[in-house]
């Protein structure tokens, strides 16, 4: 990726940001969140959580 490329991306990034509206930004942000706070068993316990849980859902 060229300087100009990268530049052209940062650009439409912050422009499609700046054109969110506030309650699409804290629902984004929530949702940043939630994904965190679910990734944190698998982060602490490796992937044996995670595996269970999938499996618990599956049935």
Same mark, same amino acid.
């Given at each position: 990726? %060229?300087? #100009?490329?990268?530049? *052209?991306?940062?650009? &439409?990034?912050?422009? $499609?940001?700046?054109?969110?509206? *506030?309650?699409?930004?804290? &629902?984004? *942000?929530?949702? $940043? *969140? #939630?994904?965190?706070? %679910?990734?944190? %068993?698998? $982060?602490?316990?490796?992937?044996?959580?995670?595996?269970? @849980?999938?499996?618990? @859902? @599956?049935?």
């Amino acid at each position: 990726m %060229s300087g #100009n490329d990268y530049v *052209k991306f940062v650009t &439409q990034e912050l422009v $499609r940001y700046m054109d969110m509206t *506030k309650e699409e930004k804290t &629902q984004r *942000k929530h949702s $940043r *969140k #939630n994904d965190k706070i %679910s990734k944190r %068993s698998t $982060r602490m316990f490796g992937i044996i959580p995670m595996a269970l @849980k999938l499996l618990w @859902k @599956k049935h």
